[in-house]
């Protein structure tokens, strides 16, 4: 039931979505149950920016109804010690490694992805264009125009697949897409999460300045709650390019990845809800009929 | 089904199966202002004091107070009986859970009748460490944090020094969780009057060779912490923080590190020695 | 308790959204009770066109998470008979009227406006910009230079309060709302429905086609699933404009009512939660307290 | 509760009190593949048959399959019993609604059980209208459709002619709902094997004066339909559609209209002249 994606093949159509699944630490949860029994075909880094980030100051997390608010700040270790420190140990996982990177700048972007290309154990890399621009303060991958223009002047420096992580807070996703398509994009993945806020909760209604809960303000929507938004955008897009599409957004059973496979989803992403279950992707691999029609037909376009 | 108590080995960390798995309720038991939720777990191996497990009710789990919940909740392992048939074997016992009743989640979960059943991933997170240099064990626990310190005494096999403190006397019945311990309720309804960091700090000054155990709210974790701070007297403390996973995929429940930085509380924790922190900040995302 | 809103003195700061209550059908559920005990301190009507729409056909309700995704297609009986038929209807609600209206050019707003405005039973109207471009395909909402020139040639038509329905399909809705402040709307109102879709359910997985569940293809997103995403919306759109903000999205409680208000929001519409209790709105307006600090003085400036 | 039963006074429309109210839940007795739910409706006033209420749980409404249901759910009242003390007043009673479990929301409510409680919304919608000139009454139903026959019967006075069709013989017993009558299931198992269109045409050829009422799915009131208009015999049926609200605010219950445009099921119907209609399409949105 393999499936070819960018000339990569995977055992399945099934992957995590960045940032939702730290193998690493699983390792440390799960010890090698979690090798035997991978639950994903190509294994999703969370976001690697040159320098490293701490993150947000807690509370980071914000139940909502079937969704979850984050607002984690990207930490990470900067690309020089993922580079040193994780990358032997993603190596090791029965799957291949797909970095995801963000870069503020076009400058940025072409260093993290050609330090990328130099190293062996990473298959491919995915960009996560939801990055605020410095001017505008909008996500650099919200305008098009933006779009093409940074993806044209950092493709040359990747051998490697490029996917690019699309941002959903747009006017038109599928102009977003189209445009990445131009700009040298081997494939797209959406839906990342949409802005959100949340109040910290009052009893009764107290005189106290009424305060943000998230420590950094304001935050991502994610889980069951985006899946009819995702859907539509995955659509959209599918129907504007031909590059394959990755389809995520609170998938969180078999039929919900049929469904996004059905709209021309080639691979399915796996996040919010594998916080339920850390199986749970696994489960839907194992579900799924190996040779999907949708999926299979724009694969073979 | 016939249990009997097993020491529990003193170990770190037990690693969890990969993957979420049915609990069947056995009992539902009402302790005091608490519920001690009792559960069959025979696929489970038994935990490390001071783990947790991520619980779901396996139905309905969502539609209360705003649509939720919807993420899974953490909760101590507060007990471990291990099934006969395993005596040689470390897998398959009845867990035992003190719940307090804070929000829909722990609502859902508190009025789960026997025969209903609950998903359950765990053991998480790593636990108590024994006591060094024959340092004698102090177990300091406020609220529905005495949980851990429970299944704690349990595997250090003697009940050692027991300290608890509770808001009021209801709450104070939990304290019956664990052997002989000695109370203190802010409403003075039992035992002594005030806060049981003042029990503790009269237990350090009598005698300061020991290790410090606690759980309970931020205040008076960062109190203990102090108190043992001065004294130079190691402390393992339990910590609480909002989460999602539970198994250190989202970064959501860190807590800033005495040498900057923040650690996950799910894999880091939620037992970390109090010299990695600079004081215990008022958690968010858990009942304070 | 009462709250003034551009000009308008109003009961409470609760009133419906468009499209979601229909007082003349629900006069035929509940009689004269509706009118006694009328729960919305102005009425809103559905969107009006120049000229009648059917709607989209069925099926045109999809119950997602904790959310309905619609694709009702704006039926309305077109702005002549609404003006014959309903407005005497109306004109006897306990409550002020505001007329919703959408055109595509500028042209047809002006005729819907300059309609409403001869009209003494509107108080004052609120303009749906969440009309795609015949062009871009994008709503004329969505690009605030389009968007304040539209208002801008409109505005003169109307000498009563033009409260500006944004879309929440765009890149920032914040540029929007400040582009319809310099376009002269007196107020703004969001969110609106997100783009969403759904696929016909499957039992089991049949070869069978899969297609679009909705009548209209995609549909719009509302109810308690969108109420993070609406808070972050409104709090980003009160920070940005003076004129006073109308916030919606999922307001089930009172608690719900005072967070909007909380992020800056003078007045507050429900609306899909009412379809669970179309009482639920009064409830909110004699639990709020009748002087809500954020609100008043966002009001008072 | 003491109750008895009285002739409900057949008026098209019964107009429902503004905001849903609470219910207890009487009993939930299984009828074969239905299950019939009674509850206490002390504020409701009468409704008139045919006529529909728009329900959800009180708790735990919600985190079914998919995290549904959100909304609260269509269901005609199958029964009216009048409280006692209200013999003057229209207003009070017990209410029955029969339930077949197809999806998130019919499941929770075929769980719930006495004692517990549920939002309902009604009577909403426009009822039967009696026959004219001297036509007799003929009672078509098909499944679950048959539950608003039931009440029509009652108010009707007279049994009148009823007939019946099912899937199954589980689900024939629903018929037990009605007086005496005339059944069809698919399989055979009981009654007719076949259509209950096949007992109606036989009915309408014995004898054509009559007025048609009919509930059930979409292909048998089509059939229906076809058959009363041939023969040009009035028919009122009472139709389905997926439904937000029930009381004409969200514009989603639409059928298409014989003259051109859409009516409102919920507003508008849910029992229509079948005139009104050039043919009843396969309905969405609630089960076929
Ligand atoms: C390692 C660990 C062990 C624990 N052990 C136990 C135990 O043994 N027994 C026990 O009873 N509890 C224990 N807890 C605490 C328990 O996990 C929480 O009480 C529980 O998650 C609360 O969930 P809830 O839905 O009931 O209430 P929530 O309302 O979800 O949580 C209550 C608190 O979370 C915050 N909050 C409110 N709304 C939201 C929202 N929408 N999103 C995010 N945060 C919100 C507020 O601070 C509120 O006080 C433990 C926690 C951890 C981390
Ligand atoms: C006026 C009226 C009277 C009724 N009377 C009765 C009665 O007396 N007894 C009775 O048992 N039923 C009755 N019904 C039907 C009843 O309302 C439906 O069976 C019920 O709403 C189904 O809800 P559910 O959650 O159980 O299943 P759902 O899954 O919500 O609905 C089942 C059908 O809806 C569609 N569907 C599936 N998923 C979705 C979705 N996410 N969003 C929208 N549609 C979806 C499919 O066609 C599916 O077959 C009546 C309906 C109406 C309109
Ligand atoms: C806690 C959390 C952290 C995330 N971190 C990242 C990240 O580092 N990089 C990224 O591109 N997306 C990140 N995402 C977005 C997810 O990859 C995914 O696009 C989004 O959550 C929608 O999918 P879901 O609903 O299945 O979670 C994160 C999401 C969550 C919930
Ligand atoms: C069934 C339905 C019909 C709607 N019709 C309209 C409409 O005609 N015009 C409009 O501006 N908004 C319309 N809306 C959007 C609502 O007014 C509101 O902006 C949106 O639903 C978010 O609020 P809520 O989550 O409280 O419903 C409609 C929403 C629903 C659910
Ligand atoms: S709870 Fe997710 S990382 Fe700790
Ligand atoms: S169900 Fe909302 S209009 Fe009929």
Known sequence: ?301 | MSTRRLPVPPSERTIAPFGRRLLTVTANERLGAYRLLKAADPDGPAPAAGQFAMLAAAERWGAGEDERPYLPRAFSYARWLADRRSRRSPIGGETHFLLEDVGPGTRRLCELRAGERLWALGPLGVGFDPPEDERRALLVGGGVGIAPLAIWQDSLGAPGTVLLGFRDGARAEGATLLGDALLATDDGSVGHRGFVTDLLSAELDRDAHATVYACGPPAMLEAARALCAVRGVPAQLALEAGMACGFGACFGCVVPKRCGGYLRVCVDGPVVDAAELDRVEAHVGSPA
Chains 1, 3 share one sequence.
């Open chain 1, 1 to 301: 039931m393999s499936v070819s994606f960018c000339g990569l093949e995977l055992a399945h159509p099934v992957i995590n979505g960045s940032g939702t699944f730290d193998a690493i630490a699983a390792r440390r949860a799960f010890g090698k149950a979690l090798d035997d029994a991978f639950p994903f075909a190509a294994f999703v880094s969370k976001t690697i920016t040159l320098a490293p980030r701490a993150g947000n100051p807690p509370p980071r997390l914000w139940e909502a109804q079937a969704g979850l608010v984050n607002s984690i700040g990207l930490p990470n270790k900067g690309l020089e010690r993922y580079m040193s420190e994780d990358l032997p140990e993603l190596a090791r996982l029965p799957a291949p490694l797909i970095t995801n990177v963000m870069g503020s700048t076009a400058e940025e972007i072409a260093a993290l992805v050609r330090a990328c290309d130099a190293r062996d154990e990473i298959a491919a890399v995915e960009l996560n264009v939801s990055c605020p621009n410095v001017k505008s303060g909008l996500d650099i991958g919200a305008d098009p125009g933006q779009l093409e223009h940074v993806l044209t002047a950092v493709r040359p420096a990747l051998r490697k697949p490029l996917i690019v992580k699309l941002t959903p807070n747009c006017a038109d996703v599928a102009e977003c897409a189209k445009a990445a398509q131009e700009g040298g994009a081997d494939a797209v993945s959406l839906i990342n999460t949409l802005r959100a806020m949340a109040l910290a909760p009052t009893r009764g209604h107290d005189a106290a300045q009424p305060r943000a809960w998230l420590g950094g303000g304001t935050g991502g929507l994610s889980g069951a709650a985006i899946r009819s938004l995702a859907l539509a955008q995955v659509a959209a897009v599918a129907e504007r390019v031909t590059i394959p599409v990755v389809g995520m957004g609170g998938i969180g059973s078999t039929a919900h990845a049929r469904q996004f496979m059905d709209v021309g989803a080639t691979l399915v992403a796996v996040g919010t809800e594998s916080f339920r279950d850390p199986a749970l992707a696994l489960r839907i691999a194992r579900e799924l009929h190996p040779q999907h029609p949708p999926g299979m037909r724009r694969m073979n376009a």
